[in-house]
């Protein structure tokens, strides 16, 4: 470990962000109930471990220098009722086959970060929601309250923290058995089929694809005449955003032989747009666990404020530590984005940026869905790249809510989802995702921008 990213600064600890404006935070109505909950979640295990967070962080210092490239995507809101074994293995073989086709496309290795095990809190637009005359809280994600619009429901429960603590648990417990097991093992690409791959009209270039690389595996086999076993086994990293910071505080930890303080709910947490501001509880937070962290940035940002906040969070320009995800819409990239990168390029700041091409594109259809054009979608990650190669910055990642599953969520895409598509089989609770199909075609998007 190098000593510039050990220690904490001297001014902060686990609790200083208290003292700090925290925003998109629940009155939780009984006090000695919440301290009983933060009591009781201090002496749980943690959710991931130190060396696993020191190995993500060195990889996305890689992807920083061009040597990897981040994929990170899951659903918006992950709830307790979907953690259940069909929905997470579809999740991980969704982001397998993404990264099959982003690594082969790319010659690079993929760097593989869910939106899972722990993405339980929301930040919303309004504190309270009325219907039909009745004002309640809002929903703000299953960690806080339930999505019912009863006053029950709507209660923040502090109770809810120890059961997402133990729902990531068990979403992690799954993931890891499912990749010790074998279940990424590159020799055997069909174990993560889903069913599109008979019926898309991607198949055939998917499956041209698989095809190729069961040949190159074949081939190093034949010629080192061994098997190669370094193709079993994928990481899986976890992320999620760090809103709830009475959780985030409660499973941040130190841990023997490393100084300083870790935050042990999940390896890789972001900081929403919506918290991002520099004198804010949550950077507060974040400046002073030694995680890999990232910060949403959207259009209203400017190049000054970014690069205070290169300040606070990074101050010695750490390799890995530091990760702008921009999220500012196809209609406003153009606009917003150059500005930002110049600033940072001339400043000489080390980040690794990611796109996050879903939060500036959602809009609303007449009948009153929430969603997303995969144009729009399509077209900012593109735009994206040219933009950073104009400004001589990077790319490193991109950041997308997809699912495993047949959604219809997103309108567009290779088989061109209309609005009235929409309810046919819409189940986000929060935001419009990429179903499986629009998920691998961006994936192809992105290699063929980077080929040509
Ligand atoms: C999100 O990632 O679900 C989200 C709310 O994003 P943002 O903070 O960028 O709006
Ligand atoms: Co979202």
Redesign the pocket.
């Known amino acids: 470990m190098s000593s510039v990213d050990s220690l904490p600064p001297a001014d902060w600890s686990p609790e200083s962000w208290r003292g700090k404006t925290a925003l998109q935070m629940p009155s939780y109505p009984d006090p000695v109930a919440l301290d009983a909950a933060l009591h009781e979640l201090k002496r749980l295990p943690p959710l991931v471990t130190s060396w696993e967070i020191v190995a993500l962080k060195q990889q996305l210092a890689d992807a920083q220098e061009g040597r990897r490239f981040l994929l990170q995507g899951g659903d918006?809101?992950e709830n307790f009722s979907d953690c259940e074994s069909g929905m997470i293995s579809n999740r991980l073989k969704v982001l397998l086959q993404m990264s099959l086709v982003l690594v082969h496309g790319l010659r690079k290795p993929v760097i593989r970060v869910g939106?899972f095990a722990g993405?339980y809190a929301?930040?919303r637009s309004a504190d309270t929601e009325t219907r039909d005359g009745v004002t309640l809280p809002s929903y703000r994600g299953d960690v806080i309250n339930a999505p019912a619009f009863t006053e029950v429901a709507r209660l923040p429960d502090p109770k809810r923290m120890l059961q997402a603590h133990a729902h990531s648990a068990m979403t992690m417990n799954f993931v890891r058995a499912l990749i010790d097991g074998g279940f990424a093992d590159l020799h055997h690409p069909e174990y993560w089929n889903l069913e599109w791959v008979r019926h898309s009209p991607l198949a055939v270039e998917y499956q041209k694809m698989v095809t190729s690389i069961e040949d190159s595996i074949g081939f190093m086999e034949t010629i080192s005449g061994s098997r190669v076993h370094n193709l079993k086994r994928v990481d899986f990293y976890t992320s999620h955003?760090a809103l709830l910071l009475p959780y985030e505080q409660g499973l941040t930890r130190q841990v023997p032989r490393q100084q300083g303080w870790l935050n042990l709910s999940t390896h890789y947490p972001?900081i929403?747009?919506?918290?991002?501001a520099l004198d804010g509880a949550h950077v507060e937070y974040l400046r002073g666990v030694r995680n890999p962290i990232a910060i949403?940035v959207?259009p209203s940002v400017r190049p000054d404020q970014l690069l205070r906040l290169i300040d606070v969070l990074n101050p010695d320009d750490e390799p890995g530590r530091l990760s702008f995800?921009h999220?500012m819409g196809a209609a406003q990239i153009a606009d917003k984005l150059p500005p930002l990168l110049d600033a940072v390029k001339r400043d000489g700041r080390r980040v690794l940026w990611v796109c996050?091409a879903?939060?500036g594109n959602t809009e609303s259809t007449e009948n009153g869905y929430k969603t997303r054009r995969f144009d729009n979608i399509r077209g900012e990650v593109e735009l994206s790249f040219d933009l950073h190669a104009a400004a001589g910055t990077r790319l490193g990642g991109v950041?997308l809510?997809m699912t495993g599953e047949d959604v219809t969520e997103c309108t567009g895409g290779a088989r061109e989802l209309t609005e009235r598509d929409l309810e046919r089989a819409y189940r986000s609770s929060?935001?419009p995702r990429l179903n499986y199909e629009q998920s691998l075609e961006i994936a192809m998007a992105i290699v063929r921008k980077q080929a040509g």
């Open positions: 918006c809101a939106r993405q929301k930040p955003e972001w929403g747009m919506r918290t991002a949403k959207g995800i999220r996050d879903m939060h950041h809510e929060v935001d």
